[in-house]
């Protein structure tokens, strides 16, 4: 199933198309300077100028480019949901909500608190409606995450009628990257998240640390508007609040203020270089007094709020970096760090200097060695945290992982179904008589034939069963538990194909009927992957492996045999009873848990 994340900025537009069956990323891009009419479409393939006087023109740009001749997307019906990134929600707008007239009105109204966002968001979501309008859209709120932050911590010290009446409170931003990081330090870490104690980092153009503890958001720096807390690339941060009030009764407007404070300050307003922390780097390293300022402010800012958060918590197992400062200024990371041995921080500096997450699979730990406090470096991934809720929002709880290292298998739900041989074939339907196709599955060159055929069982008959062709050398019937109890018989629990020693069974076709002496199993559940997917899973045929579902009936199914072939496509096929079992659908996807046991032989 295909989804496609936008994030539609006030002169932007970016995108990430992922195939979630494997969350494979189909295609990603942006376009530029949106607004104009020599916009530009950068994309995986080059870049197009484009008329992107609206945002409607540049999404149908994107439309169609993902459906050009070979590209990603067939027609905009192959699309299971589009994914939008709205930076506030208010509360309530709290999870991941399918977009219809009542979440845009919230939406709107939320504007008030995120003005520099909101609009344009907005105006995002109802051009994709218009572009994309066959598929469900849903909205992925950057407050969601910090949902659960108590009232001692969201709580402005004003009359609390001001809350109660106008919803002034602090809400917090960056949730899927901060969401992100707290799954990737607990993987890391070989625990679960329940039982860490984390302070994450997010530091780019915007910039925000949360304390979490046992998953969950329990303070964290941004306020009301993503105006509060750490210095940023443009936004002041934290800032004293009689300073806006000075400027205005000294003639300053109230939308100069705005984009003083929000445009006009931060890295940029201290060391008069601009945003890029790279250039200041470089002129600071240069003797540039302002620049060095500005990322001495930087630093002591996030600091006292790291330590601010220790204190919240109790502690801390883990500080965790990411974004375009987290992840690349080795300098941030140590400055920060060097002051806090006093809660077990040391960093290993050759680490920290030399090792680079995107080289170590999303994540990398620069701590020293036994250091109680480990400091960890991630690569964040927000859009693939996005499409995951959408796929919860429109398909369920088991439609895609928790995990954010293993790689998904998709879900074939096997219902009940029959191999004719050549000879049964023609007994049933009559002599040389063609099965027709009705729809393909997963596997190549297998599909189900619009014919049926009915079981009759010692003390009972299933009618109406799947046919699947091409037609084999022995006639095999795969059923449930429940169908061999409703029919009457007791198959073995088998892989397909080894029919040895099972029951049979009288198969009735519209010509006449065929009584097999043996070939009904209750099919053993197992994976299909190419050679290369089993490489990347570190895996061989006929090995048996353990995968992980998550959901309302989180469990780990073990048992399930590896299939290798050069023709199979990457799935795992369970039978009914199992799927009910697990809450599991054919649009579900498991996560890979380990090998079991080794290929026989």
């Known amino acids: 199933m295909r989804v496609l994340v936008v994030n539609v900025g006030s002169t932007s537009v970016k995108y990430n198309l992922y195939e979630m069956d494997t969350e494979a990323r189909l295609a990603a891009g942006r376009v530029e300077r949106v607004g104009t009419a020599d916009a530009t479409h950068i994309h995986e393939g080059g870049s197009d100028r484009i008329d992107g006087r609206d945002v409607t023109g540049a999404l149908r740009a994107i439309l169609a480019h993902l459906t050009r001749d070979a590209g990603p997307l067939p027609d905009p019906s192959a699309l299971a949901a589009v994914g939008h990134r709205v930076v506030h929600g208010g509360e309530q707008l709290v999870t991941p909500t399918p977009v219809d007239e009542r979440a845009e009105r919230i939406i709107e109204e939320c504007a008030a608190y995120a003005p520099l966002h909101n609009p344009v968001n907005l105006a995002g979501i109802r051009a994709a409606r218009a572009v994309f309008s066959q598929v469900p859209h849903v909205a992925v709120f950057d407050t969601a995450f910090h949902a659960q932050l108590p009232p001692h911590a969201y709580s402005y010290a004003i009359p609390h009628e001001l809350y109660l009446e106008k919803g002034i409170r602090r809400y917090g931003f960056h949730g899927p990257s901060h969401q992100y990081m707290?799954?990737?330090a607990a993987e890391h870490l070989r625990t679960d998240l329940s039982r860490?104690?984390?302070?994450?980092?997010?530091?780019?153009?915007?910039?925000?640390v949360s304390a979490i503890e046992h998953g969950v958001s329990v303070e964290t720096s941004m306020g009301m508007t993503p105006l509060e807390g750490l210095?940023?690339?443009?936004?002041?941060?934290?800032?004293?609040?009689?300073?806006?009030?000075?400027?205005?009764?000294?003639?300053?407007?109230?939308?100069?203020?705005?984009?003083?404070?929000?445009?006009?300050?931060?890295?940029?307003?201290?060391?008069?270089?601009?945003?890029?922390?790279?250039?200041?780097?470089?002129?600071?390293?240069?003797?540039?007094?302002?620049?060095?300022?500005?990322?001495?402010?930087?630093?002591?800012?996030?600091?006292?709020?790291?330590?601010?958060?220790?204190?919240?918590?109790?502690?801390?197992?883990?500080?965790?970096?990411?974004?375009?400062?987290?992840?690349?200024?080795?300098?941030?990371?140590?400055?920060?760090?060097?002051?806090?041995i006093f809660m077990g921080v040391a960093l290993d500096e050759r680490a920290n200097e030399a090792k680079r997450a995107a080289d170590h699979g999303g994540i990398v730990e620069i701590s020293a060695p036994r250091a109680p406090t480990k400091v960890l470096v991630v690569r964040t991934d927000e859009e693939r945290i996005i499409a995951r809720e959408v796929m919860r929002c429109v398909v369920g709880p088991t439609a895609t992982i928790r995990s954010v290292r293993a790689r998904p298998i998709p879900v074939g739900v096997s219902v009940r179904h029959v191999h004719l041989s050549r000879a049964d074939c023609d007994a049933l339907f009559g002599p040389g008589y063609e099965l027709t196709k009705k729809r393909d599955v997963t596997q190549p060159g297998q599909y189900v034939t619009r014919e049926t055929v009915d079981l009759v069982g010692p003390k009972g008959e299933v009618r109406r069963v799947a046919i699947i062709n091409p037609l084999r050398k022995q006639t095999q019937v795969e059923v449930a538990r429940t169908d061999a109890i409703t029919l009457g018989v007791s198959p073995p629990l088998r892989e397909s194909g080894k029919l040895e020693g099972t029951p049979g069974l009288t198969l009735r076709g519209p010509v006449g009927s065929v009584e097999i002496p043996s070939g009904v199993i209750l099919a053993h559940r197992h994976v299909h992957m190419s050679p290369d997917e089993a490489r990347d899973f570190g895996v061989q045929d006929r090995d048996v492996i353990k995968v992980r579902v998550d959901g309302d009936r989180e469990m780990t199914m073990g048992d399930v045999i590896v299939r290798v072939h050069p023709e199979f496509t990457l799935d795992m096929h369970v039978d009914t009873d199992e799927a009910n079992a697990a809450g599991l659908t054919s649009d579900s996807v498991v996560a890979f848990e380990g090998v079991q046991e080794p290929r026989e032989g």
């Open 231 to 340: 210095v940023m690339g443009t936004r002041a941060g934290d800032l004293d609040p009689a300073i806006p009030m000075l400027l205005a009764k000294q003639g300053m407007a109230a939308g100069d203020i705005d984009e003083l404070l929000n445009r006009r300050s931060g890295l940029a307003g201290l060391s008069g270089i601009g945003a890029d922390f790279r250039d200041i780097q470089n002129a600071a390293e240069a003797g540039d007094p302002r620049a060095r300022l500005a990322i001495e402010v930087f630093v002591h800012r996030l600091r006292k709020y790291v330590g601010a958060y220790a204190a919240t918590l109790g502690g801390a197992d883990a500080i965790v970096f990411t974004g375009g400062i987290g992840e690349n200024s080795a300098l941030v990371r140590s400055k920060v760090c060097e002051g806090l």
């Open 196 to 208: 860490l104690k984390l302070i994450t980092c997010h530091l780019g153009g915007g910039a925000s």
């Open 182 to 184: 707290a799954l990737s």
